[in-house]
């Protein structure tokens, strides 16, 4: 009989490959029977995973339906949510960086301040922030619901400005669109319910998820290397290497030669292998990462 289990919410839609590829990084196999099942597979039997939207995600969490889930910090604003933010997920490699909500209007309209839109009609997604954005800034606008199509509405007439999810800001560009101001800014966020954190047995499971997610985070910017170095060559080497604290450096059965094992930023080994190998370094050997822990 199952006593101890942590219902897990995991986001349904862009951040769901996402999400499952660092779950599985981090140790848990995450599998779907099919494409609309959504209550995932999970290799841990104390773990209830279950798929919803993102948006959804806070509220059944603060309600205690779910124990914890995965979201972002802008739905947690969105639904005023009082929950726990365990920490943030920050996964840019696979569309879970740092985004932002943005004001936006037609290039061609000459609006350059929000002062503008007094009395004009806004559309987005999330409806609850910008309102209050606008009420801090003591202009009175219209705010409306979006189902999608955001971008097209604004370029047709439909609305005077949109508030829209950006990470680049390439398709804001591509509309004719420009920004002209911030509402706020959101990262992925492992967040629980107040009392389930209070449980001393799903706080400590919750933990333990969390790291081993921060793990799997922080191995996929980084990469192991190996080689072999002569002793005379040792100190330039390893002056060139960009550690954690310092590699390991082991001493060969060949007196003369010694192994260094490192962990470094992948954007760097392109330029450092070339200068590692005319530092005399051999036998060069790069490897990925599942997890890092500091």
Not at 21 to 50: H, Q
Not at 125 to 153: C, Q
Not at 207 to 230: D, F, T, W
Request: glycine share 6%; proline share 3%.
């Amino acid at each position: 009989m199952k006593t101890n289990i942590l219902k897990l919410g995991l986001p349904k839609g862009s951040l769901q490959d996402a999400t499952f590829k660092m779950f599985r990084k981090a140790g848990f196999n995450l599998s779907l029977s099919n494409e609309r099942s959504y209550f995932p597979a999970v290799d841990d039997c104390e773990i209830e995973p279950m798929l919803l939207r993102a948006q959804e995600m806070p509220r059944y969490v603060q309600d205690g339906a779910l124990d914890c889930g995965i979201t972002g910090n802008d739905w947690i604003i969105e639904n005023q949510a009082q929950v726990i933010r365990i920490t943030d997920l920050i996964y840019a490699k696979q569309s879970m960086g740092r985004v932002k909500w943005v004001l936006a209007v037609p290039e061609s309209s000459g609006i350059k301040s929000i002062k503008q839109l007094k009395n004009r009609r806004i559309a987005t997604e999330l409806v609850k922030a910008t309102r209050e954005y606008f009420k801090k800034n003591k202009v009175k606008v219209d705010v409306e619901f979006s189902w999608g199509a955001t971008e097209m509405k604004v370029n047709s007439g439909l609305v005077d400005g949109i508030v829209e999810l950006t990470e680049t800001g390439r398709s804001l560009k591509a509309n004719k669109l420009i920004e002209i101001a911030t509402i706020c800014e959101s990262t992925t966020q492992f967040i629980a319910n107040k009392d389930s954190y209070k449980n001393k047995w799903k706080r400590a499971k919750m933990e333990q998820i969390s790291l081993l997610l921060r793990g799997a985070i922080a191995a996929e910017a980084k990469v192991g290397m190996k080689m072999n170095v002569r002793k005379r060559d040792l100190h330039k080497v390893i002056s060139l290497l960009p550690a954690l604290k310092e590699p390991t450096v082991s001493q060969l059965s060949a007196q003369e030669w010694f192994a260094v094992d490192t962990v470094i930023d992948e954007k760097v080994v392109r330029t450092l292998i070339p200068a590692l190998k005319n530092a005399g370094a051999e036998g060069i050997i790069e490897y990925p990462l599942n997890k890092v822990i500091y």
